[in-house]
């Protein structure tokens, strides 16, 4: 029941909170170029769609760790989920940089990802890191994709999300040490459907 009422808590500051990194942002360091109108729309557009992963991420892992049956491997979910709050609290300070906004949907995003991810944890701890290795290749191959779109003017941007790609690839090969179970192919391909369908409506809302 703690733990419950603790990932209730953690879930609420996710999405209506202001997120706090534990390290200086990567854009820390870029000169800030002028941008276009048209720029700052499509980069405030793919911002907002990694600021909804985060949020996502959050999610999952939190729900993974409360239905965890290992000590060991709790640990390693809520340490995981520390270092994807640098990559919500980089993401939400990018969007008030560009003048954009998170997606109206968080709340809807976060409890879906809640709930898949408490049904992998139920499942088996094994499924649950095979979910985590799936989950994270298929988002930095989505950043890869990010760092083609962005305008090349958008330093900041692209620092952001070329540091998230290494960070969530280092996360898939953790699960997969820790001995993640290969997930089957329609299930793969079932998380495919529901990422797009994610990423094309938080461009827009």
């Not at 760790?65 to 919500?88: G, Y």
């Amino acid at each position: 029941m703690d733990r419950l009422l603790v990932s209730v808590d953690h879930g609420m500051r996710t999405v209506f909170a202001q997120a706090r990194a534990g390290r200086p942002s990567p854009a820390r360091d870029c000169e800030p170029r002028a941008l276009s109108p048209e720029e700052t729309r499509l980069a405030g557009a793919l911002m907002r769609v990694n600021h909804v992963g985060e949020v996502c991420a959050q999610a999952l892992y939190q729900s993974q760790a409360l239905f965890s049956r290992d000590p060991a491997l709790r640990e390693h979910f809520k340490a995981a989920a520390q270092e994807e709050v640098d990559h919500l609290a980089w993401t939400q300070q990018r969007l008030d940089e560009l003048g954009s906004r998170r997606s109206h949907l968080n709340p809807l995003w976060y409890g879906g990802a809640f709930a898949i991810g408490s049904l992998a944890g139920l499942i088996g701890d094994r499924v649950s890191l095979g979910f985590v290795v799936e989950t994270e290749r298929q988002v930095e191959q989505h950043l890869a994709s990010h760092l083609e779109d962005l305008p090349e003017a958008d330093h900041a941007s692209r620092a952001i999300v070329a540091q998230m790609k290494l960070e969530e690839a280092r996360h898939a090969d953790e699960a997969q040490a820790a001995g993640a179970l290969p997930l089957p192919a329609p299930v793969q391909q079932l998380m495919r459907l529901a990422a797009r369908v994610m990423t094309r409506t938080a461009h827009h809302i």
